[in-house]
């Protein structure tokens, strides 16, 4: 068996996945001339020439302009539609996607028509596919901890179709204690709480989302490399990273590939799963990220195994449909 198959067949789940970061160019150019807006690209083409990135930031000014198409409830739909049909293809058995709720409810889009949408596909895969997920709702960290307080209170209705909190979007300046206060309300609530941490911040910034916002995993996480007592809680606890390959450099928190150290992160111990986080933007889906450490890092089949059950370890499921799937 080659490589790609032997990936595509393990079970896997996606911990790390923005539905807005699955909007394909041809997604985006469809749902545009649908709604009729005007996109300042000429073509698919130039959409995709235009995702040329030095640091998060300017990948998040392109991800926010192109997330303007979404206006219905049929668009949410088809939006992670889409990205649910990638899952069936490559072998991804359970999902728990991210959405931005502020990303359309502060351009006039009610919270309504996009967890409708949403949810509506997320049902139909589970039916229709044989997918499970989980949804998390991700706070915009550049905005104030009011709006996420604000955000949250809108979601109430809606408690049931979503299992836990996040934060993602501008991390430098952004540091998670910022949240503090909102992040508690949450998991009074009885959410689960992850953050997005360590991916161009500080391991000062993975610290307060554990210590701070008390969270069940850290996405990304990478820079917590730097620092062996981190390096030691996060063995010795198991806490989950939800690592993505191929943002990491496309987003250049690693110059290449061949200077990942998610490989090394695993076999010392630490509990790092391999996570697409916005395949449209960065190249590729979970498959083709674990493709790249097999190419760039001689990833073996033993550790793509490992990454592939730590995925199922690491996901909000129930102890005995993680057993019955490792
Ligand atoms: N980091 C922060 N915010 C994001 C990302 C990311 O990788 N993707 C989408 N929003
Ligand atoms: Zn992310």
Redesign the pocket.
Known sequence: MNMTDFITQLPKAELHL?LE?SLEPALMMQLANRNGITLPYADIAAIKAAYQFSN?QDF?DI?YQGANVLQTEQDFFDLTWAYLLRCKAQGVVHTEPFF?PQTHTDRGISFKVLIKGISAALKQAETELGISSYLILSFLRHLSEEAAFETLEMAMPYRDQFIAVGL??S?MGHPPEKFQRVFAKARAKGFKTVA?AG?EGPPAYVWSALDQLNVDRID?GVRAYEDAELMQRLIDEQIPLTV?PL?NTR?KVFADMSDHTILKMLDQGVMVTVNS??PAYFGGYVAENYMALYESLAMSPAQARQLAINSIKASFLPDERKLSII
């Open positions: 923005h970061g998060l998040l991800y931005d993602d979007s991390e997005h991916e990304h993505c943002s987003l986080d916005d």
